[in-house]
């Protein structure tokens, strides 16, 4: 069993950055991980997602913008640029095969 705890959401202007860091309750740097993200109405997406052995791959709306990585530990992070208001969603951390955080909001003004 393993408890993932997400932070650093918030309110932020379009264009601004925001880190996101999710922290497990036990080493996990054997599983992949990823972000997701649920916008209201709207089905929870994949961001991003990292291996265990660092590899990653983004959806497409985020390439270029936003950056996913791990330490050998228990943490992961998102580092988000450019933000859009169309980023606008509760963040989620989940850890493969079916651990997921409680979420974070992140609030993209125009």
């Known amino acids: 069993q393993v408890q993932l705890v997400e932070s650093g959401g918030g309110l932020v202007q379009a264009g601004g950055s925001l880190r996101l860091s999710c922290a497990a309750s036990?080493?996990?740097?054997?599983?992949?991980m990823g972000w997701y993200r649920q916008a209201p109405g709207k089905q929870r997406e994949l961001v991003a997602r990292?291996?265990?052995?660092?590899?990653t791959n983004y959806a497409d709306s985020v390439k270029g913008r936003f950056t996913i990585s791990r330490d050998n530990g228990k943490n992961m992070y998102l580092q988000m640029y450019s933000l859009k208001p169309e980023d606008t969603a509760v963040y989620y951390c989940?850890?493969?095969?079916?651990?997921w955080g409680q979420g974070t909001q992140v609030t993209v003004s125009s």
């Open positions: 990292i291996t265990s052995i660092g590899s």
């Open positions: 989940n850890l493969e095969p079916n651990y």
């Open positions: 036990r080493n996990i740097r054997f599983n992949a």
